[in-house]
């Protein structure tokens, strides 16, 4: 038996099986946020993994202009993963969702969401929902910020976007 296809074989399946290993979460990449109350547009998002936890920064936002501050923010938050002082750092850019690890495919939670505009805080959970044509019409990424220990809390469901459509709003 010649050993070389077995060989072949073999390194294919490696590399298979360690693609899908290292594939990204369907959370990672570019995102819309939708006000849940009046369906309107708010800020294109990227939202990345770096070092097994969760992260996602505004790309552009309604009524922001590259260099805008964030000046409703607190000087800091506990767990901000950038360092120096929160309220002046540009609104677009800054990293605003943070520390959440993964519960299962597509599911994060633990972490945290700043609202740039009012400045709190909030305990945050991420969910995929693929688009299914139905209750989903796109790929959605529900994000629910909660309170003191995860009682109340709203969810505002954002859809997929390509990185120019989340760098475009103004």
């Known amino acids: 038996m010649n050993s070389k296809p077995v060989k072949m074989?073999?390194?294919l399946i490696f590399f298979l099986?360690?693609?899908l290993c290292f594939a990204a979460d369907l959370v990672e990449g570019f995102w819309i946020s939708v006000d849940e109350k009046t369906g309107k547009d708010t800020a294109g998002w990227e939202i990345f993994v770096q070092n097994?936890?969760?992260y996602g920064k505004i790309l552009s936002a309604v009524d922001a202009k590259p260099g805008d501050k964030a000046t409703a923010c607190k000087p800091s938050y506990k767990g901000h993963p950038t360092p120096g002082n929160v309220s002046e750092m540009p609104i677009i850019g800054t990293i605003f969702i943070f520390d959440l690890v993964p519960d299962s495919k597509g599911k994060w939670k633990g972490g945290n969401i700043i609202n740039p505009e009012d400045g709190k805080m909030y305990g945050c959970e991420i969910t995929y929902h693929a688009a299914d044509g139905k209750k989903y019409t796109v790929d959605t990424l529900e994000v629910r910020g909660t309170g003191l220990a995860g009682l109340l809390?709203?969810?505002?469901y954002w859809r997929k976007a390509t990185k120019t459509q989340a760098e475009s709003l103004r």
């Open 153 to 156: 809390g709203r969810s505002q």
């Open 17 to 19: 099986v360690g693609g």
């Open 52 to 54: 097994g936890k969760l």
């Open 9 to 11: 074989l073999f390194v």
